[in-house]
Structures are given as C-alpha cells and as structure tokens.
C-alpha cells in the first residue's frame, strides 16, 4: 500500500470470505427484490445490449500483517445471470437423477427385483442419494411398510386336512412420493451467481461498472499454465538430467508465449479497427468474433498443406500451396506477417 498501488481481485470462497459471503449474498438478495441493485450491460456478440451483472458493494478496513498502515477495502458482490442460469441448470439436473435414483430404491415385486426390507436402510439408502448429488432438503420423500402373508404347509408333500399350517409373513418398504421442496429449491436458486470482489481503488478512479466490465476483459495469467498443461504438454517429461528439464521446459514455454503473442496482436489489431473476424467458430458459421483465441486462429490453417514433386536427380520441378481464403489473408494481415511471406514457400526448382 506504501506505494499507491491499485488492485482489483476476486475473493474465493474459503475460510472467512465463505461465511460473509453468506451475509452478503442475503444482502444482495433482498436488495435484488427491492429493485435497489446497480444493473451493469454489455454488448454481446450480436450486437445485443444483455445484463452481465448487477450487484452492489460495502466497504471494510483492512490491515497488512505487521503493517503500520490501514486501508479501506471496497468490497464488490455482484451476481451475473449467466453463471446463476448455469448453476440452475446443474441443479436441474442433479434433482433429475437423483429422484430416479430414488425412484429405483424400491422397485415393484419380481425375480431378481431385490427389496428393502429394514426401515432403517431404506432411510440410510435415501439419505446417500440426496448427498451425493448435492439435495439435502429439496426433496421430500414418503414410503410405507407393505406387508404379505402366505399360508403353507408344515412340511413337504402334498396338503390335507389334517396337516398343520403356518402364515408366513414378507415385509418391503416401498417408496410412495417423490416431491420438490419448491420453496427450497427457489429459495436456493436466488443464491446463485454471486461473487465478490475487492479493490482499493476510490469510486471516482474505478466505478462498480468499470470494475466489473475491467475484470472481464482481463487476460487470465491461468490461461497461461492452463496452455502449458493442455496444448503443449509439459508433463509427462521423459527426461533423466536436470538440464534436460531445464532446456525442455524453457522450448515449451517458447511454444506458450508464441500463441499468447499471436493472440494478443491479432485480438489488437481487430479492437484498432473495430473489426471481427467470421469463420473461426465451425459449431456457428454466422458468429463473427473480435476476441480470437490463439487455438482457432492456428485451426484456421489447419486445411493448408504444401505439395513437393521432385525428378529424379532429387531437384524439386513444382511445389504447390493451399491457396489462402479470405479469412486466412486477414489473419496474416493483421499479424502484421503479410501473405509474401507465405507464398515465398511456393518456389519452382528448388533444391532442398
């Protein structure tokens, strides 16, 4: 703090912050009915003006181990619909399978239909299910005890009058209703999607919709181990020396800041020019995008190959490229690469 630094962050939802947060999604909550939360839109792909938050915020003093100084620490809770549809979605879903799970605890009288006979497991039973998927108190569930008496003969053989007989009695519990708390289950809804920040900055220098569209925009250091992890796989290394670790993680780390460099330019380019970029999202051929990842856009020259016919004294007689598309010209263009040098692959005679 001692050199005026400014810092925006997201809390996680661990030790002290788990349990305010309890507060200040309830805050939230009741200020969310009350119509009293700051509303913060966006422009979406499509040009569509959509909610990406709505929140509001508290303040709180904050003190540095073993520091002299005192800050105050403004603490942002905000709630984005699209992460509070998701969670909803998961939720759905975890009921669904959990009332069929349910359902299958005691199934109807036959071979091979196993059933519970014990209260105390069919309880057990249901109390497993409802915490496995995470429904403690949204569902309620009702059974009963059906009992079924036969009379046999004592003994083998055929029956008669003077035979003596005996009642034997089966016993099952069975599952009669399975229903949702909807009160609960609305009532859980409504905490979903929050999320709480921090910064230091004044309102003046740094508004609650600056700090939130800011944050967004942001490029995530994550997303750098994430590549390093997924895209170039830095394990497993098959390596016995210590300067063969050395040597090869600092080849794939080369391989990281290539495509964050790539990404970084061309997404700069577009935002100098106000552009997007169509045909990097084969799942949606009309989406257009300004906010390109480094992945789609090597997946744009994934088509391009170069074709090599040699005589036979080994001399190369034609060398034949992929002609680039459109979208592909505008993705060298904007690299700042040019399409020379490209084409400068296709040389005739060419010894290798």
Same mark, same amino acid.
Not at 148 to 158: A, D, H, L, P
Not at 321 to 327: E, H, I, K, N, Q
């Given at each position: =703090?001692?050199?005026?630094?400014?810092?925006?962050?997201?809390?996680? %939802?661990?030790?002290a912050?788990?349990? $305010? =947060? +309890?507060t200040w999604?309830?805050? #939230?909550?009741? @200020?969310?009915?009350?119509?009293?939360?700051?509303?913060?839109?966006?422009?979406?792909?499509?040009?569509h003006?959509? *909610?990406?938050? +709505?929140?509001?915020e508290? +303040?709180?003093?904050?003190?540095?181990?073993g #520091?002299?100084?005192?800050?105050?620490?403004? !603490?942002? !809770? =905000?709630r984005?619909?699209?992460? &509070?549809?998701?969670?909803?979605?998961g939720?759905?879903t975890?009921?669904?399978?959990?009332?069929?799970?349910l359902?299958?605890?005691?199934?109807?009288?036959?071979?091979?239909?196993?059933?519970?006979?014990?209260?105390?497991?069919?309880?057990? $039973?249901?109390?497993?299910v409802?915490?496995d998927?995470?429904?403690?108190?949204?569902?309620?569930v009702a059974?009963?005890?059906?009992?079924e008496?036969?009379?046999?003969?004592?003994?083998?053989?055929?029956?008669?009058?003077s /035979?003596?007989?005996?009642?034997?009695?089966?016993?099952?519990?069975?599952?009669? /209703?399975?229903?949702?708390q909807g009160?609960?289950?609305?009532?859980?809804?409504?905490?979903?999607?929050w999320k709480?920040?921090?910064?230091?900055?004044?309102?003046t220098?740094?508004?609650?919709?600056d $700090?939130? *569209?800011?944050?967004?925009?942001?490029?995530?250091v994550?997303?750098? %181990?994430?590549?390093l992890?997924?895209?170039?796989?830095?394990?497993?290394?098959f390596v016995?020396?210590? +300067?063969q670790?050395?040597?090869?993680?600092?080849? *794939?780390?080369?391989?990281?800041r290539?495509?964050t460099?790539?990404e %970084?330019?061309? /997404?700069?380019?577009?935002?100098q020019?106000q552009?997007?970029?169509p045909?990097?999202?084969?799942?949606?051929?009309?989406?257009?995008?300004? =906010?390109?990842? &480094?992945?789609?856009?090597?997946?744009a020259?994934?088509?391009?190959?170069l074709?090599i016919?040699?005589?036979?004294?080994?001399?190369?007689?034609?060398?034949?490229?992929?002609?680039?598309?459109a979208? @592909?010209? &505008?993705i060298?263009?904007?690299l700042?690469?040019?399409?020379?040098?490209?084409?400068?692959?296709?040389? @005739?005679n060419?010894?290798?």
């Amino acid at each position: =703090m001692g050199h005026q630094h400014v810092y925006l962050s997201p809390l996680p %939802f661990t030790g002290a912050t788990a349990e $305010a =947060m +309890e507060t200040w999604i309830t805050a #939230g909550v009741a @200020q969310g009915e009350a119509g009293a939360l700051e509303r913060i839109f966006r422009t979406n792909d499509r040009g569509h003006e959509v *909610l990406a938050a +709505e929140g509001y915020e508290v +303040e709180r003093t904050c003190w540095a181990p073993g #520091g002299p100084e005192a800050w105050t620490e403004r !603490v942002l !809770v =905000m709630r984005s619909p699209m992460h &509070a549809q998701q969670q909803a979605a998961g939720l759905e879903t975890r009921l669904g399978y959990a009332e069929k799970k349910l359902a299958a605890l005691t199934p109807p009288r036959g071979r091979g239909k196993r059933q519970i006979t014990d209260e105390a497991t069919l309880v057990e $039973a249901i109390d497993t299910v409802l915490k496995d998927h995470r429904v403690h108190g949204l569902l309620s569930v009702a059974w009963e005890k059906q009992s079924e008496r036969k009379t046999q003969y004592v003994g083998r053989g055929r029956g008669s009058a003077s /035979r003596g007989k005996r009642v034997i009695e089966t016993v099952r519990y069975h599952i009669t /209703r399975i229903a949702r708390q909807g009160d609960h289950v609305a009532a859980l809804i409504q905490r979903f999607g929050w999320k709480a920040f921090v910064t230091n900055a004044e309102s003046t220098r740094l508004s609650l919709q600056d $700090a939130v *569209l800011s944050y967004r925009n942001e490029y995530r250091v994550e997303r750098i %181990f994430q590549r390093l992890k997924s895209r170039v796989h830095i394990a497993p290394l098959f390596v016995k020396r210590n +300067e063969q670790i050395e040597g090869l993680t600092y080849l *794939l780390t080369l391989g990281v800041r290539v495509l964050t460099v790539t990404e %970084f330019v061309l /997404r700069r380019a577009l935002a100098q020019e106000q552009a997007r970029l169509p045909g990097l999202h084969p799942e949606n051929k009309h989406k257009r995008t300004d =906010m390109p990842t &480094a992945e789609r856009i090597l997946k744009a020259f994934s088509d391009v190959s170069l074709t090599i016919i040699q005589n036979v004294a080994g001399e190369d007689i034609l060398r034949r490229l992929t002609p680039l598309s459109a979208v @592909q010209e &505008a993705i060298l263009q904007r690299l700042g690469l040019g399409t020379n040098l490209y084409r400068q692959l296709e040389i @005739q005679n060419m010894k290798n």
